[in-house]
């Protein structure tokens, strides 16, 4: 057993873990944080995407101990003082989920491109999630989301 | 403002999702996020052989292991019958092989459960299931459907001799042979409909949960069915009462079919959950999915197309071999029986028309519906026939299409192969407003301008219909289907005025809160916000067969609303007895009852609830409480319809295809929420599209799953997943209230065929006549260059 001390979504935890644990297994079954989901077993789908100090990772593709001293951001710790992300909320406005199962990582991973590319193309959206899959939307409505989000960001920054 | 004023409409309104709060916030319940007390974890022993005897098996290390608590195996599950095979082939003998719990004495497949660990969590079940140790005496295996039905070939169940699931035909043989026989043009082609794996993002498991003192189980399942999933699991697999198993469907990611089946997990964890007293999980990873939960398609098929030299198609003659996997699976004869074979002649009047099925076992995973279920074969053989005939009499697809579809004064249409008739339809305009969409008269120049320059492009068109609402009761039963197919409601009014309703269909997806409530609210007259719909726990909710077939909608849906009108029957009763007038004059509109000429007079569906709750002041014989249920059970199936096209470019010296337009144009009957409708749409185009380009799921010959990750089975990204340009007409259907189709699987049945006749056009300068799928680099390379 290993001691961390991770900040996940702002609280701080000391736990004590195997070194094989993965991060996706410590944050859903340790600390509880189920909306990181788990899709597959070759790091494909993108389920499990969080933030590790402000860069987008699939947590089933690192251990819990790899992530000791860190700072990570859940789709639990996306929205702020109780309004949602524009990424949230342009996937509500735009349809661009189904079941909601590829959500949670679809959109970890578009928050990580936008901060990347502010004003992405279509394709650019396109190519910058091929590392999350989602069988539901044939992702039309989930480009849609991410120029809802980017257009809502950029005219938020405008009037700041 | 009048009475009618008051309340806009909701249907017909993109209303954004109410499910969805919960789900773009992480706050979503699936069946992994599920802890219990107490609860230990599964892992399975799967057999690395496609068909073996088990000669041993010796559990001691694992035992032996620190936080294992038990290893089992199939014999001590013997007490518990096999799953049911719960839709048979009509009118012809059936074989049934369905899978136990786990393996015993032999595996059938790569990953056939021979023993199961069961541990205090995942990683020590995982490295304990490691050290079971497993002697198999490999046997030679077949993974094609035709080979398998061969003599010689290995003989997978004794109890199916030759491997033969069941032998099926439907339509007129002798008037196909004569057309055939006497046709001025025949099109003959081989047409292979490969194997598909769903891939819901979410794979597959259950939790089961014994209450030692009532004897009594909760079981929560990655389902698209529970209410069928408790009735074949106590009436079938257990030998006990239905009132013994709760079963409940939590937020479920995506089924596309493969979870409408009852599958062994359910079975062994409710058997190990009784045995050791402590709840028990099983959750799939995706290799595992991927070996051992259905597979759809994978047809083998002969076909015969007869026409005249003006196109006019006068015949069709289908032979089919259709791989059924290791084992029978729930509903896996129906799929290609009669919701292939039965609509094989698509939009089109074909006089003569015959198709005989051959279903087979062999060493592979299990076959059953994935989205579309039969409908896509169907149609992607008729859509590849008739393009094949046009182009052999060098007749334009489109115009081959128009001199042969059914007509709008034929419809309800009876196309002579065992169907219901056909409710609505009228094809042309959604074919001519594709076309007009995909600019086709002018690609057509800029086609024949661009092949001078060395450029292939390419248009394919796909003009589909499908049967959906899947029911009546009575009809399903003569195709086999060992039960009934009506679904129920519950709608009541609560003191407060607050709506609850629920469903026995299962959204997965689907938005059914959100188009149902919008239904509710614009029916009843009430607030949306003041309709709750609720689903997916057999405890609180009335029975239903499940969401699957684009029926939810058309049945489920029709069965709330006729509950609503049973609710308003009685609240006018109430009305008139309130405000001392005739119930004859009582008119119930926007949520109020009034007396007709007296809009001032009235009561609201809110203070009408509350009366009825209180029940101080009822009519004579009135029941307290505005609460009614109702059973649907549909006089017809709907069959929605439309046409796509979908325009390339095929890079000759590389075989790769670019896809440059997806056009659809689906006609769903009325449209409730046309948000959700396009999202389906697209989802379905994708999964379609993704048959023609990209997926397969690969056996060797020796029935190893060479795309047994997503590494290798080439789910699509956003990247390889063109923008879709949609539009519609609207049939209503005549068979519901509602006017609706359905419109889950219609991109799906409509897509793949879309991409590949467009492909085979762009290929048309190299005499490519027909390709299989996928359509790869390497496939279109070689037909380019003849190797």
Redesign the interface.
Known sequence: MTTITVTVNGVRYTSEV?P??LLVHYL??HL???????????S??G?CVVHINGDSVKSCTILAVQCDGAEIT???G??SNGQ?HPL?EG???K?G????????GM?MAAADLLKRNPNPT??E???G???????????????RAVRYAAEKMAAAQAAD | MTATEMKERLVGRALKRREDPKLITGHGNYLDDIKLPGMLHIALVRSPHAHAKIISIDASKALAMPGVVAVFTGKDMLDINPMPAAWQAAGVKNYPVPPRALAVDKVALVGDPVAMVVAENRYIARDAADLVEVEYEPLPAVVDARKAVEPGAPQIHEAAPNNIVFEWECGNKAAADAAIASAEVVVKEEIINQRLIPTPMETRGSIARYDAATGEWTVWMTSQAPHVHRLLLTAFVFGVPETKLRCIAPNVGGGFGQKIFCYNDMAFTMWAARKLGRPVKFVEDRSENYKYSTHGRDHITEAELAGTRDGKITGLRVKTWANIGAYFSTVAAGIPTTLYGRIITGVYKIPAAYVHVTGAYTNTAMVDAYRGAGRPEASYLIERMVDRFAAEIGMDPAEVRRKNFIQPEDFPYDNGLGLLPYDSGNYEPALNKALEIAGYAEFRKQQAELRKQGRYLGIGISSYVEICGIAPSAWMGGQGWGAGLWESANVRVHLTGKVVVTTGSLPHGQGLETTFAQIVADELGVPYEDVEIQWGDTQGTPFGYGTYGSRSLAVGGVAIKRSVDKIKEKARKLAAHLLEANEADIVFENGRAYVKGSPDKGKTIGELAAAAAVAYNLPPGMEPFLDETSYYDPPNCTFPFGTHVSIVEVDPETGHVKLLRYIAVDDCGNQINPLIVEGQIHGGIAQGLAQALYEGAVYNEDGQLLTGTLMDYAVPTAAMVPHIETDHTVTPSPVNPLGVKGAGEAGTIASAQCVMNAIIDALAPFGVKHLQMPSTPERIWRAIHGK
């Open positions: 195997e094989r644990l859903r079954e509880n944080l189920t909306g990181t989901h788990i899709g597959c077993d070759t494909q789908c389920a859940t789709i639990e996306l929205a949602l949230q996937f509500w406005e349809h989920l189904q079941c909601g199962f590829c959500t949670p959109i279509e394709d959206i396109r190519h999630l091929e590392g999350n899959l989602c069988r539901c939307t044939g992702y039309e409505n989930i480009v």
